[in-house]
């Protein structure tokens, strides 16, 4: 069946530096991949999303390219902020309505 | 409302009592879903409703799971004979009709199952 693997945290990160979060999936056919992220107290909040291969999705700074040869989503962002101190969840929704998530990835951004 | 609500925030229950949660979603969304969040997991599928009717419930893990939306507004997911496998954070969604559209989350119901 369909899966999302992303890398384990806790990554902790200076403030300003360069992030990536790896995001890998197995699935059959052309979903659609998404990332997620959950602010400490509040609910999931849709980052950005891909629909198709080669798509590049970006919000506030984060951005991810689909690669359908890589099977990848992987999060990127140049300069990350202690307000980005979140967890971040990919995810993929295929031919049903439902999303397929990860288990989280915990960010912490020191000053 | 702004969001989607859940209530309650938090419910402690005894292994086998019966619970109800409760969603509110987004006035004007027809897509309600159901996701449960274990302690370091992400967010597992439970239950699909477009409208009044379940269009998926493959996600539910077992008969004592059960959801309804009798008005296609207000949801309750409801845990019979509850086990202390149960405890979790429950999640609900809503978005508008279409496949890419949205989905907005609640905060979450904290079931504890003591």
């Known amino acids: 069946g369909d899966s999302v693997t992303q890398m384990e945290g806790p990554v902790t990160l200076s403030e300003e530096a360069f992030l990536t979060i790896n995001c890998t999936y197995t699935?059959?056919?052309?979903?659609?991949l998404f990332w997620y992220v959950q602010y400490p107290g509040e609910g999931l909040q849709l980052l950005l999303k891909?629909?198709?291969?080669?798509d590049k999705g970006s919000n506030k700074g984060f951005e991810a390219t689909y690669r359908k040869e890589t099977t990848s989503f992987h999060l990127e962002k140049g300069s990350v902020q202690v307000s980005d101190s979140a967890v971040y969840f990919c995810?993929?929704?295929?031919?049903?309505?439902?999303?397929?998530f990860g288990k989280g990835t915990s960010l912490l951004v020191t000053p | 409302g702004a969001g989607v609500s859940q209530t309650p925030s938090n419910k402690v229950t005894e292994k086998g009592k019966y619970v109800e949660l409760r969603c509110d979603p987004i006035?004007?969304?027809?897509?309600l879903y159901w996701y449960r969040q274990s302690l370091g997991q992400g967010p597992e599928f439970l239950i699909y409703?477009?409208?009044?009717?379940?269009?998926?419930d493959s996600g539910l893990p077992n008969d004592r799971f059960f959801a309804v939306r009798p008005e296609g507004s207000v949801s309750t997911l409801k845990i019979q004979r509850t086990e202390r496998g149960d405890s979790a954070v429950y999640l609900c969604?809503?978005?508008?009709?279409?496949?890419?559209?949205?989905?907005?989350f609640g905060q979450g119901t904290r079931l504890t199952v003591v």
């Open positions: 891909a629909t198709k291969a080669d």
């Open positions: 995810a993929l929704r295929n031919s049903g309505y439902a999303l397929n």
């Open positions: 006035s004007g969304h027809t897509a």
């Open positions: 969604a809503s978005s508008s009709t279409g496949k890419d559209t949205e989905a907005f």
């Open positions: 409703f477009q409208g009044t009717g379940a269009a998926d």
């Open positions: 699935a059959t056919g052309y979903p659609s």
